[in-house]
């Protein structure tokens, strides 16, 4: 039996989507969509601590720890100690991360703007209609707390 449910059906949309992002971003970037991510949210955090970055990516502290590591080796991101709490430390996209961060954000719309043409949707009334359910999601959980 084929579950045509609108959940399944956006669930395995979303799955392929961050698929192909990631094939995109290794091939022609790179990065991981994963690391992708961090970077991003981080450049539009701007300088945050790590427990905060944690929050904004819905992710363990581990989690997050682990992942600096590694991109900090390569230069993408930079940490320091907090001067207000010596425990925290405080974490910066570099500029070699935000090159990165340009790079990866021109490649995956040049491609979801193919795939609107590809599949004849309106790019402009699937914003629409994904920022109101992005605001109404977002309403919902709130009041679901």
Known sequence: MVDNS?????????????????QLLQTHVGISY?????????????????????????YSDP???????ELAKDGYIQTT???????????????KGSEVVAKGRQLLDSHFDQLMVIADVDAQHYRELTERLQQALITKMKKEK
């Not at 609108?6 to 990631?22: Q, V």
């Not at 994963?34 to 819905?58: I, K, P």
């Not at 989690?63 to 590591?69: C, F, I, K, N, Q």
């Open 81 to 95: 100690k907090s001067p207000e709490h010596g425990r925290k430390r405080l974490v910066t996209i570099t500029a």
């Open 63 to 69: 989690a997050v720890s682990t992942m600096l590591v």
């Open 34 to 58: 994963r690391r992708f991510l961090f970077l991003t949210v981080l450049q539009h955090s701007g300088t945050v601590t790590q427990h905060e970055l944690a929050v904004a990516l819905g």
């Open 6 to 22: 609108l959940a399944y059906l956006l669930g395995k949309l979303m799955f392929e989507i961050d698929r192909a992002a990631d």
